[in-house]
């Protein structure tokens, strides 16, 4: 099996920041796509950041400048460093992988997400 867990939600006033981890881990050949995403209530999941399969970045326009995605492939973790936050920002995080397991299938695999609460 794969699990992917993340950490680092929390409570933050407006202007602050917060890391996120998403660590992998199971029976895993090889992690191809990573990204985050989040869920405002009321909201469709949109995607925050992400890296593609060629590692390079990507990031919604609404984060660009104040979230930075980076990731550790020895230790199958990704973060996500977010500044300057805002009450907009407020939802559930979820970490998302493409991962190859030992058998060769390949699979698309969500944690349980993190909140995150922007507030004063």
């Known amino acids: 099996q794969v699990q992917l867990v993340e950490s680092g939600g929390g409570l933050v006033q407006p202007g602050g920041s917060l890391r996120l981890s998403c660590a992998a881990s199971g029976s895993i050949f090889s992690i191809y796509a990573m990204g985050w995403y989040r869920q405002a209530p009321g909201k469709q999941r949109e995607l925050v950041a992400g890296f593609t399969s060629g590692g390079s970045t990507n990031y919604a326009d609404s984060v660009k400048g104040r979230f930075t995605i980076s990731r550790e492939n020895a230790k199958n973790t990704m973060y996500l460093q977010m500044n300057s936050l805002k009450p907009e920002d407020t939802a559930v995080y979820y970490c998302?992988?493409?991962?190859?397991?030992?058998?060769?299938?390949?699979?698309?695999?969500w944690g349980q997400g993190t909140q995150v609460t922007v507030s004063s």
């Open positions: 998302n992988a493409h991962i190859q397991r030992p058998t060769g299938t390949v699979g698309d695999y």
